[in-house]
């Protein structure tokens, strides 16, 4: 069986300080893992992934994450961040033994960032 | 490039009433397709997901049903709606095969039951 865990409910980051928000999976193959960000009233928007090769993954706005296959954990990462960064993050994996067709959420981090 | 729909933005429907969401998706073909409920703006929870024309796979029995009569549309229903059926109703979309593409959401629709 696969999960996905984001132990924070909120985090609060001032701005221009790095911001990291936590993400721990469990599969039984290979993950597949990814990023989502959500505004308010707003649908999920793709940030990054996570599917074989280098540990520290890049995607949008500045946003990075990093793979421990030791730990289990796929944290975001931004190194500087920013107010309009204040969303609804969500990590989410797909066990590549499991259904291509299903993913699962985790339940969501608020991130705060105060100016 | 690819674009999703989802119409209505917002509903509100008084208990007892019917329900049908559309959502549609553009500039790909045979994607597969997912309906997503979300509580008070944190967790998802998976409704229904689908492969193909006419193949709907349900994850959690309850009120509503989907229907995917085209290859790029999706539908979710209800006969009668009931107050616990408010919410947040995220379609999404991604290309079929291994999975390791990433699925993208429709704008959602807010559906209030009075």
């Known amino acids: 069986a696969q999960s996905v865990a984001q132990p924070e409910d909120q985090v609060n980051v001032a701005e221009g300080n790095p911001l990291t928000v936590k993400c721990t999976y469990s599969?039984?193959?290979?993950?597949?893992l990814f990023w989502y960000v959500q505004y308010p009233n707003r649908g999920l928007q793709f940030l990054l992934k996570?599917?074989?090769?280098?540990?520290l993954v890049k995607g949008s706005y500045g946003f990075e994450a990093e793979f421990n296959k030791s730990q289990t954990s796929f944290h975001l990462k931004k190194p500087s961040a920013l107010v309009s960064d204040s969303a609804l993050y969500f990590c989410?994996?797909?066990?590549?033994?499991?259904?291509?067709?299903?993913?699962?959420f985790g339940s969501g981090t608020r991130l705060s960032i105060r100016p | 490039s690819q674009t999703i729909h989802q119409w209505p933005a917002t509903l509100v429907q008084p208990v007892g009433s019917p329900l049908s969401l559309e959502c549609t998706v553009e500039?790909?073909?045979?994607?597969?397709l997912y309906w997503y409920r979300q509580a008070a703006g944190r967790g998802l929870q998976l409704l229904f997901y689908?492969?193909?024309?006419?193949?709907i796979s349900s994850e959690v029995p309850q009120n509503l049903s989907a229907s995917r009569p085209q290859d790029r549309q999706f539908i979710l229903s209800s006969k009668k709606l009931l107050l616990s059926d408010s919410g947040f109703y995220l379609c999404?979309?991604?290309?079929?095969?291994?999975?390791?593409?990433?699925?993208?959401f429709g704008d959602g629709t807010r559906l209030s039951i009075l």
């Open positions: 996570y599917i074989t090769g280098d540990n």
């Open positions: 689908s492969v193909g024309i006419g193949q």
């Open positions: 999404a979309w991604s290309s079929g095969g291994s999975g390791a593409q990433p699925q993208h």
């Open positions: 500039g790909t073909s045979n994607p597969n």
């Open positions: 989410a994996v797909r066990d590549t033994y499991s259904s291509a067709s299903k993913i699962i």
């Open positions: 599969v039984s193959g290979n993950p597949y």
